[in-house]
């Protein structure tokens, strides 16, 4: 796809993003957008640049907690795998002495 200029408003600010696919650089700036306004709404008395650090704090976790899903979803499949490869090995040993 060619990079091309998406128009996003986040928290108030418009901003005009480059990349491959308008529809998901919409998507994550309205997902920035919904942090970012959660987070104001919790803590109105506090800066838009400390708004944009806990909104930024937030995604992170978000991140990195799924980031250890997927770790821990791959490593169980990757032993699962390997206990039907172990089982498969088996049964040709045992195919292998019928022959």
Known sequence: MKNT?????????EYNLIGDDSEVIQKI????????????????????????VLSALNIAES??????EMDKYMQEEIEFMKSK???????????DLLV
């Open 29 to 52: 700036a309205n997902y920035v957008d919904t942090i970012m306004n959660r987070v104001s709404f919790q803590s109105p008395n506090i800066s838009v640049e400390s708004i944009a």
């Open 5 to 13: 200029g998406t128009r996003v408003k986040i928290f108030n600010s």
């Open 85 to 95: 490869i172990s089982r498969l090995e088996e049964l040709n040993r045992s195919l």
């Open 63 to 68: 991140y990195f907690r799924v980031t250890q």
